[in-house]
């Protein structure tokens, strides 16, 4: 069982007059706060608000920037080089970070959003200056393990944290199915994935394969409808896997 896993979660994706989300119930479970930057979602006032909220409840603030596309909320892929990718994430990190410096923190980890995450996640050139930035900040990556995520990481220098997606799905090759849309999750079904990923390494991917997974972080994302009850259900999947694993090793230990 990976030890010491915490749950993250995309916040900060209101606009203006627009509020989407469901932060403050959110901060309240999570352990790391990933803040939209700007340019898929987000301004700076609603930065600003998140990040103090976020200190207020003690959660670790990383910034999540995304593809200059407020339309598709960042969904939708861009042809971009490394250079591009590069300024695009020392924009959006550096304006949160001012947020975070102003606040008295530090800001803890750079996570991409959306058809960045993805586009990252197979291209470990256009990683690389992520990698390198975040290393230079003293910044953690969190992304898929096993992924360019994790090769450019560990290349860099960076510490690198694994998530495991429960509100989204896997295909066969290990890779996040995301979608236009947020729909709601069974909570049931995410408690289900968090305690087979725990107790086995492994879930089921969308076409019913076997897959193994690796993780120390857990992401629910804020935007789905009932975002706060598959919050809850991973933390008390959580916590019955870890009673359960304590409870088999102490058995172990008095045979």
Excluded at 59 to 88: C, I, K, S, W, Y
Excluded at 116 to 126: A, I, N, P, T, V
Aim: charged content about 15%; aromatic content about 6%.
């Amino acid at each position: 069982m990976p030890s010491a896993i915490t749950i993250n979660s995309d916040v900060g994706e209101s606009f203006g007059l627009h509020s989407f989300g469901h932060d403050d119930e959110l901060l309240a479970l999570i352990d790391a706060a990933n803040i939209a930057c700007g340019f898929h979602a987000g301004d700076p006032h609603v930065m600003s608000a998140t990040v103090a909220s976020a200190a207020r409840a003690g959660v670790a603030v990383g910034a999540h920037p995304g593809l200059p596309d407020l339309t598709g909320f960042g969904r939708r892929q861009m042809n971009l080089t490394a250079e591009e990718v590069r300024d695009l994430v020392v924009y959006q990190a550096g304006a949160l970070n001012a947020f975070v410096t102003d606040a008295g923190g530090r800001l803890n980890h750079i996570k991409p959003h959306g058809a960045l995450f993805g586009m990252l996640s197979r291209d470990e050139d256009l990683m690389k200056p992520v990698a390198e930035f975040a290393a230079r900040r003293g910044a953690q990556i969190y992304g898929l393990a096993g992924t360019a995520h994790q090769r450019a990481a560990d290349n860099a220098g960076a510490q690198f944290v694994p998530e495991l997606y429960v509100d989204l799905n896997y295909d066969s090759n290990g890779s996040l199915i995301i979608g236009r849309r947020p729909h709601a999750t069974d909570p049931a079904a995410a408690a289900d994935r968090v305690k087979s990923a725990v107790s086995t390494g492994t879930i089921t991917a969308n076409d019913g394969s076997t897959l193994a997974v690796e993780f120390s972080s857990i992401c629910v994302h804020s935007d789905t409808p009932n975002c706060v009850e598959v919050a809850k259900a991973v933390l008390f999947a959580l916590e019955t896997s870890q009673n359960a694993s304590n409870q088999e090793g102490h058995a172990i230990g008095n045979a």
